[in-house]
Nanobody, 122 residues
Framework: QVQLVESGGGLVQAGGSLRLSCAAS????????MGWYRQAPGKQRELVAG???????NYVDSVKGRFNISRDGAKNRVYLQMNSLKPEDTGVYYC????????????????WGQGTRVTVSS
């Protein structure tokens, strides 16, 4: 079973930067597209960025020009560099499979990890 572990979150002021990392067992990063998702309290989880095994990338409009997703399949890692952070970026960030901007069928997602909290103060 694939285990996903997110790290790198923290408390930052608006305009600051964070780099999130996702580590996974197995071959998920080599064989599948991966994405970063975030969820604010009381809100539905949303896709932030996705990257395919062929390096095709998609970002939600609100983070374009500020966030960068990358992957290292050989190391089973996916990263999210977040710059110029805004309070509305606050949430718990998760990594998981990426299928399309519309999301994946539920059966295709791996078990969700604990996520890493990002809090951006004003």
């Amino acid at each position: 079973q694939v285990q996903l572990v997110e790290s790198g979150g923290g408390l930052v002021q608006a305009g600051g930067s964070l780099r999130l990392s996702c580590a996974a067992s197995g071959s998920i990063f080599r064989m599948n597209a991966m994405g970063w998702y975030r969820q604010a309290p009381g809100k539905q989880r949303e896709l932030v960025a996705g990257i395919s095994s062929g390096q095709r990338i998609n970002y939600v409009d609100s983070v374009k020009g500020r966030f960068n997703i990358s992957r290292d399949g050989a190391k089973n890692r996916v990263y999210l560099q977040m710059n110029s952070l805004k309070p509305e970026d606050t949430g718990v960030y998760y990594c998981n499979r990426y299928c399309s901007p519309a999301g994946c069928p539920d059966a295709l997602y791996e078990s969700w990890g604990q996520g890493t909290r990002v809090t951006v103060s004003s």
